[in-house]
């Protein structure tokens, strides 16, 4: 039998489960194994954050080489950030950085251990594949939405992260330990680094305000189709990882907001003239047409020229799995606005 996976957790995310109380779900001796993990965690953060390049100028100086891509869960992020990240000059914080940032430290990144599949669908993730530094953040104290996988019972307690409010705060010190583990990440022969986590999405204000010099690009896709697939990314995530039980509703109830929230950022966003000036494609229109658009994509961001590198990485949009069937109840509403506002975005470029 497997044992159970763990996320990397350092001390603020173990006291945040800690105030759970005792779990339903599985032993009690689980939560003890993430408090001492947690003990030896943090002394490696702690080196993360005073040696090497996290104690050196920040290596992208606002923002300049940082492509950030933003979407909503489950809108094409992760194939994005694969595809670009094959660009000359390109890097990404990797599986294994993210998984467990302590490893930074590692003269050498870990060793490959084959591929395995995501628990809410059938693409392969490697060790060295492109990974979202979410992961890496709520391990290393920032507060995210993540943490519903562990409890899923207290999402409601994270609906505040969903308020771009939040992350403009006078508290920076997120974006310091963002600042850390890229440069942790990159490598000195990329002068890009494509940074992606649709959490960021809720903290674009910040960001851009921090990174005036940063390039954000938008995928959209289907409301429809980002209802149906969250709520099975969602129930996965909690399966595996939760040490409590999902109560009925409450992934659902959460989603709701999450999606309410994305349509009034991206409303306000559009009102304010901000994708006139960013790129902000369709996930139904790459699947369809990948060099139709990423060709252009690829100038607009300043890549190398697309011929070297470009007609390559075709085959792998070719090759990604299909959804599958999984019906589940929708609030249409909700769905029909959010279609209407991305349908209008994709309308200006």
């Not at 995530?237 to 309410?260: H, Q, T, V």
């Given at each position: ?8 957790a ?61 979407g ?50 059938r ?30 019972r ?15 705060s ?19 022969d990329?002068?890009?680094?494509v ?37 099975v ?8 990882y ?28 559009q ?8 790129s ?15 060709r ?7 890549l ?8 390559a ?13 999984r ?10 606005h ?12």
């Amino acid at each position: 039998m497997n044992p159970r996976p763990l996320l990397a957790a350092g001390r603020d995310l173990v006291h945040w489960a800690r105030q759970g109380g005792r779990p339903d779900r599985v032993p009690p001796s689980v939560l003890w194994l993430y408090r001492w993990r947690a003990l030896w965690l943090e002394p490696h953060f702690a080196l993360l954050r005073g040696t090497g390049p996290g104690t050196q100028p920040f290596p992208f100086p606002e923002g300049e080489g940082l492509i950030f891509i933003l979407g909503f869960w489950r809108s094409g992020t992760t194939l994005l950030h694969e595809l670009l990240t094959e660009a000359p000059g390109c890097g990404a914080p990797r599986t294994w950085q993210c998984m467990d940032p302590s490893a930074l430290l590692l003269s050498r990144g870990k060793a490959s251990s084959g591929a395995i599949q995501r628990p809410m669908d059938r693409v392969l993730v490697s060790n060295d594949s492109p990974q979202e530094d979410e992961f890496a953040l709520m391990a290393m104290g920032v507060p995210s939405v993540y943490r519903g996988f562990l409890d899923p019972r207290r999402l409601p307690e994270l609906e505040a992260l969903l308020d771009p409010g939040f992350w403009s705060s006078s508290d920076t010190s997120w974006l310091k330990s963002l600042e850390c583990f890229l440069s942790w990440c990159r490598r000195k022969d990329q002068a890009r680094m494509v940074v992606k986590s649709p959490n960021h999405l809720f903290r674009y204000r910040a960001l851009a305000a921090r990174y005036p010099r940063a390039r954000f690009l938008w995928i959209l896709r289907s409301p429809q189709e980002l209802w149906r697939s969250n709520v099975v990314m969602w129930r996965a995530m909690a399966e595996r990882y939760g040490l409590w039980n999902a109560p009925g509703g409450e992934i659902e109830d959460f989603l709701g907001k999450a999606l309410s929230a994305y349509g009034d950022l991206i409303g306000q966003l559009q009102a304010e003239g901000v994708f006139r000036e960013q790129s902000a494609i369709s996930y139904e229109a790459l699947v369809a047409s990948p060099e139709a658009v990423l060709r252009p994509l690829a100038d607009r961001l300043g890549l190398d020229a697309w011929e070297p590198w470009g007609p390559a990485i075709l085959s792998r949009i070719e090759a990604r799995p299909a959804p599958q069937d999984r019906p589940v109840l929708a609030p249409d509403l909700l769905l029909d606005h959010v279609k209407a506002l991305q349908d209008s975005i994709l309308l200006e470029r």
